[in-house]
């Protein structure tokens, strides 16, 4: 059984940061490609950023390219996501997610696990 557990949510005002964690329980942490997706009230799940395992190749949607970043590190199970110069628009919770099938994917129905999410609000 794989348990993601996201932290690093809060309220923030436009401009500035945050720093999302997710850690990932199981040995095999390296061969997960790691997505964050977000999900605003009202509104359907949306894909935010993926890191492949392959080659930790990264591909992020438009709205976030350039502000947000993220990373692996894979000694730690970890998936992180730098958000920088944050929007009201970028309020939601956000999601990590874990699949071993397929590198890069940026669908929700692509990911196995889920974490239980982490609330982020910008204030204008």
């Known amino acids: 059984q794989v348990h993601l557990g996201e932290s690093g949510g809060g309220l923030v005002q436009a401009g500035g940061s945050l720093r999302l964690s997710c850690v990932v329980s199981g040995r095999t942490f390296v061969m997960y490609t790691m997505g964050w997706f977000r999900q605003a009230p009202g509104k359907e799940r949306e894909f935010v950023a993926v890191i492949s395992w392959i080659d930790a190749g990264t591909y992020y949607t438009d709205s976030v390219r350039d502000r947000f970043t993220i990373s692996r590190d894979n000694t730690k199970n970890t998936v992180y996501l730098q958000m920088n110069s944050l929007k009201p628009e970028d309020t939601a919770v956000y999601f990590c997610?874990?699949?071993?099938?397929?590198?890069?994917?940026?669908?929700?129905?692509?990911?196995?696990?889920w974490g239980q999410g982490t609330q982020v609000t910008v204030s204008s």
């Open positions: 997610a874990a699949n071993r099938l397929v590198a890069g994917a940026t669908t929700p129905g692509a990911y196995e696990y």
